[in-house]
């Protein structure tokens, strides 16, 4: 369901089999942890996708976790991790959250850049809009890929 550390993945998606999606921020601890918890909960096995990022955290960030637990979305088994070139190639769609320059830049990839707030060292009630935001983002995403129907 999308967010292994390695590339056991790697080979269902970027090939025409199923969309492959790769979300970046700079300490891969908040936004695109709840990304690809969405992604992997949504897309139900018809797309993977992973994250990273260029100055990985030593943690997930907990508020993070809690936010999608309310949601009954458990992302505790992740951890945040530097994004590889070999995701960056397979990826069909990269997603960047804030991380401006940092994040790498492929010729003729096709990026999004989702402008949301860095729910780091907020409380619960100022990150619960930003998880609800990048669910949405997911949702129209998935549509996008045809994953999701409209």
């Avoid at 070999?86 to 003729?108: Q, R, W, Y």
Wanted: hydrophobic share 40%; glycine share 12%.
């Amino acid at each position: 369901m999308g967010g292994d550390d390695n590339l056991d993945n790697l080979n269902s998606g970027g090939n025409g089999e199923k969309p492959a999606v790769l979300f970046l921020c700079v300490h891969n601890a908040g936004r695109s942890q709840m990304a690809l918890g969405f992604f992997g909960h949504r897309s139900k096995g018809r797309a993977v996708a992973w994250s990273g990022g260029s100055e990985p955290a030593s943690e997930i960030n907990p508020v993070a976790v809690e936010a999608m637990a309310e949601l009954g979305i458990d992302i505790t088994r992740e951890f945040p991790k530097l994004w590889t070139m070999e995701h960056l190639e397979a990826a069909d769609v990269v997603v960047t959250m804030g991380c401006g320059d940092s994040c790498p830049v492929i010729p003729g990839k096709r990026y999004e850049d989702w402008e949301l707030q860095d729910p780091a060292g907020k409380p619960i009630e100022e990150v619960r809009p930003i998880r609800d935001e990048i669910g949405r983002r997911v949702d129209a995403l998935l549509q996008r890929l045809e994953v999701l129907g409209g």
